[in-house]
């Protein structure tokens, strides 16, 4: 499947995530036909697609807060969080937003002389979902897409569409963190079966994996429900894991016992469009980002690969002449280099500098290269998807020595497959029962080799037995 981030009309001051109309495409990517001939010809080639829904905010400008803050007796005032001053004009409560250090997550609109609730930048004020006319707005706002036929959505800070009616204040301990991060209510819960109702109403598999950025795994699993809300939540510890293996299988192991109780299926991603790239962050050069790739592609769970990994870009160098996100993400946000020329394909400059050996790493200098990491990605992605056990099948340890993870997949009906990751920094010996034929290995040479029971170092290999 292809997740598209958000495209909708908005002035861009969170690039997309402050959404002026759930229901259109921004000029700067096109018009509604461009996205429906997208779809169509994502469709015809096999592949679905997951738009980014942003239901927790809109922008200031979005029609609906507009109105909203007009006055204190708009149709729409309680479509958004509005609260008068605490004592002595204090802040209604002690929450903090994202992006901005120490920012207070109220904003005071001086027209009428309240504070609004943003959990994010001032012009991205959060949407009340205790508000039913709100809720059924938004579910319009899936209607639309799920009519135009797109698989499903990847639902924005999904864990803040509820709030604690008191909005009481966040613990003394915890007041500096956003609240964003903290928030974990009952009613999100209520709202996100009501989501799944209408997602299993519409024929089709159409699903949501939502972003629960909230570090504690058995918190995030709660989100999955008893199989009534999210069909899929991202699973953020990994993106803060060092590459050491001890601390990948503790890792490994908590996601998979928090997640077994509710027979939740897992999600696995190195990096995405928030977080440094996860060559960048592991260092180790090219061998140790394909070691990642295979870590990541063949646990089990679904993997989510963030564009620009097949390449095996890293995070570009961001001054600050060109800086322009609020949140400091901008090295991973760098453009496609699509081709090795100057310019890299793009028809004008574009809104980032490009990463590091753009022109090496293109596209056009990897697709003919049977060498290069985009390849090695193609054919292990192509050996994944060919191996029920891969796909679907269960996961166990298997016995190593420290520096090296090897796990064995079996769907119980004939197909089996053993990966082995080495972190080390010497090559070593990895004894595995019975014989077994190397089917993908980040050392190309070794592909279509019998597994002679050694791995190098930063390397990974997939086998299949041999009968």
């Not at 001051?13 to 402050?18: E, H």
């Not at 629960?212 to 510890?237: K, S, W």
């Not at 990994?309 to 946000?333: Q, S």
């Given at each position: ?37 997208l779809l169509g010809e994502a469709h015809r080639r ?254 089990r769970g679904t993997p989510f690969l963030y564009m ?134 980040t050392e190309a040479d070794r592909e279509g080799q ?18």
């Amino acid at each position: 499947a292809l997740w598209i981030c958000p495209f909708f009309p908005s002035p861009m001051r969170d690039f997309g995530y402050d959404v002026s109309d759930y229901c259109g495409v921004d000029p700067l990517f096109g018009s509604l036909a461009d996205f429906d001939h997208l779809l169509g010809e994502a469709h015809r080639r096999g592949l679905r697609v997951i738009i980014d829904w942003v239901p927790a905010h809109t922008s200031d400008l979005h029609p609906w807060f507009v109105e909203s803050r007009s006055s204190r007796t708009s149709p729409k005032r309680d479509w958004y969080v509005w609260r008068d001053a605490g004592p002595g004009g204090a802040l209604p409560n002690n929450w903090r937003a994202a992006f901005i250090d120490g920012a207070a997550a109220w904003t005071l609109d001086d027209g009428t002389g309240q504070y609004y609730l943003h959990s994010f930048l001032p012009e991205q004020p959060d949407l009340n979902w205790a508000n039913p006319e709100v809720r059924e707005a938004m579910h319009g706002t899936l209607r639309f897409w799920l009519d135009r036929g797109v698989d499903g959505f990847r639902a924005d800070v999904v864990h803040n569409i509820g709030n604690d009616p008191a909005l009481a204040d966040a613990p003394a301990h915890l007041a500096a963190v956003p609240h964003c991060a903290l928030n974990d209510v009952p009613q999100t819960h209520d709202h996100l079966r009501e989501i799944r109702r209408l997602l299993d109403s519409y024929p089709g598999e159409r699903m949501m994996v939502g972003e629960v950025f909230l570090l504690e795994i058995d918190r995030m699993a709660t989100y999955y429900g008893t199989g009534d809300e999210l069909h899929l939540a991202f699973n953020f510890p990994p993106i803060f894991q060092p590459w050491d293996a001890v601390a990948w299988r503790s890792c490994i192991n908590g996601t998979l016992a928090a997640l077994a109780p509710r027979d939740a299926w897992p999600t696995w991603a190195l990096s995405n469009h928030d977080f440094t790239r996860h060559r960048t962050r592991f260092g180790g050069g090219e061998a140790r980002a394909r070691a990642a790739a295979v870590l990541l592609t063949c646990l089990r769970g679904t993997p989510f690969l963030y564009m620009g990994e097949e390449l095996g870009l890293e995070d570009a160098i961001i001054t600050a002449d060109v800086k322009v996100d609020p949140g400091g993400r901008d090295g991973c946000r760098a453009p496609i280099p699509w081709a090795s020329a100057a310019g890299h394909g793009w028809p004008a400059s574009p809104w980032l500098p490009f990463a590091p050996h753009a022109g090496e790493r293109s596209w056009q200098a990897q697709r003919g290269d049977d060498a290069s990491m985009l390849s090695f990605y193609r054919r292990l992605l192509a050996h994944r998807r060919n191996s029920p056990a891969l796909r679907r099948g269960s996961m166990r340890w298997l016995p190593t020595d420290d520096g090296v993870l090897a796990w064995e997949r079996d769907d119980g009906d004939g197909d089996r497959r053993v990966v082995i990751v080495s972190f080390a920094t010497e090559p070593c010996r990895v004894p595995v029962d019975g014989a077994h034929r190397i089917a993908v290995a980040t050392e190309a040479d070794r592909e279509g080799q019998p597994f002679d029971g050694t791995i190098g170092a930063d390397a990974a290999v997939v086998l299949q037995p041999v009968s």
